[in-house]
């Protein structure tokens, strides 16, 4: 009785699911399985699984292992193919007369990213059913241990749905023909590079893969943090691809700078919270008077929350200074604490400064009692520089070319890579303390240069120079973020607009 009715409560939530069903999922789901190419990469992938099964019973008892592999590699080439699929598919749709049909929907752009998520995780799913009886005969056939059966099972559709986020965030990013194919190619040859990372990984399950696994049901410690780590890693990549793929299908009238601003934040304070997970486990561990290497793990930490919201700082000081009448009322409106919040994560360039310099400062908090001698500083100055030179030759003399926020980008990361560069080459030809200095200047080098001799910054020429001109950066963006737009600002079509989310 107790069956029945619960047989009859899962189907009345399924069929009210289904109605409800996201309609980019059930659009991509219907045409991959009417597609050729996925039909027939589905077959070629059973029969891959059918010949490694007939192997593998003919050889010794142990070859369960070679057969895992063989098919694991073959479910992974199947999700690297519907993750290019999902790129192209994207690509095509919003060059297309069928990306109006999609506008009439009235979806939000996140429903479409996820809609496409979820199909690549539904595809995935029926490849695990097509191969689960072939996973179990590798089992049966020995020399495999069933945890790293489930582990495939359980994290190659989660890498599937990873991957399609990704192929859909790439697919939002270019708009000419250009950029498409570009974008294109890079991720091909990232999923083909994903595809031999993941089946070296398969292929040597046994001496890696199998003993961390059974760590983790020992219960070690380590290996359980590991494991989180993992998963938690791949809840923070989805939700960085969700978030930057809807921005990008976002109108650029709009308010499309608060969701990468906040999850930026957002993995800033999760990284901060397993700092703390990790020093209190050591603490309790080792015993708090023997923690010895504390400044070198905080200054690791310090530096990464540098770089992460030095990449932050990229896209966000280059956006335009004004912003548009529907940008500012998004930041105006709602309550006291939205508006404060919005001060830092709303539209513009002066509240992209302000949020990377409060990520800049809440970084090097972590390692205040090292300073100045800590790399996080050197790295956050290199930063600062290049960041504010990239802005005022994009905004100066350039500011005819560097007409949008992607010249600017294009304007900034090529002033990185020529400080980078320049003054290592200029090295090349000085000696003695000229050559110290020309290699305190450049982000590539100076880090190094500055702290493999004596560990101590402050105690050369270029570390002062390169603190002053981090100072001097750090004023510019610091007027930068004083102004935050007049939203008198107007959004005009460009030739290679081929649709209103371009």
Not at 392 to 408: D, E, Q, Y
Request: net charge positive.
């Amino acid at each position: 009785m107790i069956t029945a009715r619960l047989f009859t409560w899962l189907s009345a939530w399924t069929a009210h699911r289904a109605d409800r069903a996201n309609p980019m999922l059930v659009r991509r789901v219907r045409q991959e399985l009417r597609n050729k190419a996925f039909i027939g990469a589905y077959l070629l992938m059973l029969l891959i699984a059918v010949i490694a099964a007939a192997v593998a019973s003919a050889a010794s008892s142990s070859a369960g292992r070679g057969m895992f592999a063989a098919i694991a590699s073959a479910w992974t080439a199947l999700m690297c193919i519907q993750a290019l699929a999902t790129t192209r598919a994207i690509t095509s749709d919003r060059g297309a007369s069928s990306w109006d049909l999609i506008e009439l929907t009235g979806m939000p752009p996140m429903r479409i990213i996820v809609g496409v998520v979820q199909s690549n995780l539904v595809l995935g799913l029926l490849g695990a059913a097509g191969l689960a009886p072939f996973l179990v005969m590798s089992y049966l056939l020995r020399g495999l241990d069933l945890p790293t059966v489930v582990f495939a099972l359980v994290t190659l559709p989660m890498a599937g749905a990873l991957l399609g986020a990704i192929g859909a965030a790439v697919a939002c990013i270019g708009s000419n023909r250009q950029a498409k194919q570009g974008l294109g190619l890079l991720m091909a040859v990232g999923l083909l590079a994903t595809w031999g990372m993941l089946t070296g990984l398969w292929g040597s399950s046994e001496m890696m893969l199998s003993r961390w696994l059974g760590e983790v049901l020992r219960g070690d410690a380590e290996a359980l943090m590991a494991l989180i780590g993992i998963f938690n890693g791949w809840f923070a990549a989805m939700a960085v691809a969700l978030v930057l793929g809807a921005a990008m299908l976002t109108h650029r009238a709009l308010d499309r700078s608060s969701g990468p601003r906040l999850l930026w934040i957002a993995i800033w304070l999760n990284g901060l919270a397993w700092l703390a997970g990790l020093i209190i486990y050591a603490g309790w561990r080792r015993g708090w008077g023997n923690i010895h290497d504390l400044d070198e793990v905080m200054a690791v930490a310090s530096t990464v929350g540098v770089c992460w919201a030095l990449a932050l700082g990229l896209f966000a000081i280059s956006e335009d200074t004004d912003i548009t009448p529907r940008q500012l009322q998004a930041v105006s409106s709602g309550g006291r604490f939205r508006q404060l919040a919005m001060t830092v994560l709303g539209p513009g360039s002066g509240r992209g400064a302000r949020c990377t310099l409060l990520l800049i400062g809440l970084s090097l908090v972590l390692c205040a009692p090292w300073m100045p001698d800590t790399p996080a500083l050197i790295v956050a100055c290199h930063g600062m520089l290049v960041l504010a030179l990239g802005d005022m030759i994009a905004r100066g003399p350039l500011r005819h070319f560097c007409s949008h926020p992607a010249p600017r980008r294009v304007c900034t990361i090529a002033v990185l890579v020529t400080l980078g560069f320049v003054p290592s080459l200029l090295s090349i030809f000085a000696d003695g303390d000229a050559q110290r200095l020309l290699l305190a200047l450049s982000p590539f080098t100076g880090p190094v240069e500055l702290f493999s001799r004596s560990r101590s910054p402050s105690g050369s020429l270029g570390g002062w120079l390169v603190m002053g001109l981090g100072a001097a950066s750090c004023a510019w963006l610091v007027l930068r973020a004083m102004r935050s737009g007049s939203g008198q600002a107007r959004v005009v079509a460009g030739a290679d607009d081929a649709n209103p989310r371009s």
